[in-house]
């Protein structure tokens, strides 16, 4: 049988390095073509909801943005069993359900891919809402990407350059070209909470 693969991009494009994992599977969908039991999938922070396709993936490959205790910008690929031991660098809300946990139920309900690879990259900031991939980080989407279609390959799976648009994984406006050109600077665009209510709060407008 022909086997099932997902390229599954993780993480929260809102929290800087967060949105490595996403950008990855986003440029894959912008160049490449993929045969039919190939899918790409923009996870974002779905969490355990995530768990449906994981079940399916005869073959999965994550990427995502992973503490490895590195220098910031180191890439990594982390295979099969380990693989669990390194999801996720930080929860960046209540919401977000572990990596782990989307594994381990997909294991406890007997519906495990054969194959995983976990190409992550260690973060520099996550801490910086509306902030961009740090230099470090973003340097390493194309190696990323180069890893992944090596896999690919050793298993028999012929990618093809794109030829035509394909519809976006993700919301429009936040395509990495369109978020980067139209996103206010720092100093625009307070990251740290409104400014009205600091100056606020630290007695700028008292009196």
């Not at 950008?23 to 995530?50: H, K, S, W």
């Not at 230099?135 to 090596?150: M, S, Y």
């Not at 395509?175 to 139209?182: G, I, T, V």
Request: charged content about 25%.
């Amino acid at each position: 049988m022909t086997p099932k693969v997902l390229l599954l991009g993780i993480g929260n494009l809102l929290w800087a390095d967060e949105g490595f994992g996403v950008r990855c599977v986003e440029l894959l969908n912008q160049r490449y073509r993929f045969p039919a039991n190939v899918r790409l999938m923009d996870g974002g922070t779905q969490g355990i909801y995530l768990v449906q396709h994981v079940q399916e993936a005869d073959c999965l490959v994550v990427f995502d943005a992973i503490d490895y205790g590195l220098e910031p910008g180191t890439l990594k690929q982390v295979y099969d069993d380990e693989v669990p031991k390194f999801m996720g660098a930080k929860k960046m809300s209540l919401h977000q359900t572990g990596f782990q946990e989307v594994l381990a139920m997909a294991e406890l309900t007997g519906s495990y891919p054969r194959e995983l690879l976990l190409i992550g990259v260690q973060p520099e900031e996550l801490d910086d809402f509306g902030g961009s991939l740090r230099p470090c980080v973003r340097d390493q989407l194309e190696p990323a990407l180069e890893h992944a279609l090596t896999y690919l390959a050793q298993r028999g799976i012929e990618v093809h350059p794109a030829t035509a648009a394909e519809t976006s994984l993700g919301p429009q406006p936040l395509q990495l070209d369109l978020y980067e050109s139209r996103r206010p600077s720092a100093n625009e665009a307070c990251r740290h909470g409104d400014p009205r209510f600091i100056r606020l709060v630290s007695g700028e407008d008292s009196g």
